[in-house]
């Protein structure tokens, strides 16, 4: 059973850095599509980015150039480092993974079946 954990949340001025850590345990996570989303209070849940199985990312319009999605195979962790942080990135993060082998890697939050409890992200002028 794939367990996921995310860390590394708090608050941070604007124009500043955060870097969200998410530990995987209990399967061969590599094999799997994972992704990053968020909530912002009072607003449905987005999809920040994905990271697919052969490495290759992508985001969200509102993060790129900004946020870089990577992943450490041997420490079975996956990492979101996130630059330039604004108003509008304030909410609560979360890791999930999509078991769906052979699909395509998308930011549909109802495409992933396992969920980390997630990690709040404050960013303040």
């Known amino acids: 059973q794939v367990q996921m954990a995310e860390s590394g949340g708090g608050s941070v001025q604007t124009g500043g850095s955060l870097r969200l850590s998410c530990a995987v345990s209990?399967?061969?996570?590599?094999?799997?599509?994972m992704g990053w989303f968020r909530q912002a209070p009072g607003k449905v849940l987005e999809g920040v980015g994905v990271?697919?199985?052969?490495?290759?990312?992508t985001y969200a319009e509102s993060v790129k150039g900004r946020f870089t999605i990577d992943k450490v195979t041997a420490q079975n962790t996956l990492f979101l480092q996130m630059n330039t942080l604004k108003s509008e990135d304030t909410g609560m993060y979360f890791c999930?993974?999509?078991?769906?082998?052979?699909?395509?890697?998308?930011?549909?939050?109802?495409?992933?079946?396992?969920w980390g409890q997630g990690t709040q992200v404050t960013v303040s002028s």
């Open positions: 999930a993974i999509d078991l769906r082998l052979g699909r395509a890697c998308g930011t549909v939050p109802g495409d992933f079946a396992v």
């Open positions: 209990g399967d061969r996570y590599s094999s799997y599509c």
């Open positions: 990271i697919d199985r052969d490495g290759s990312t």
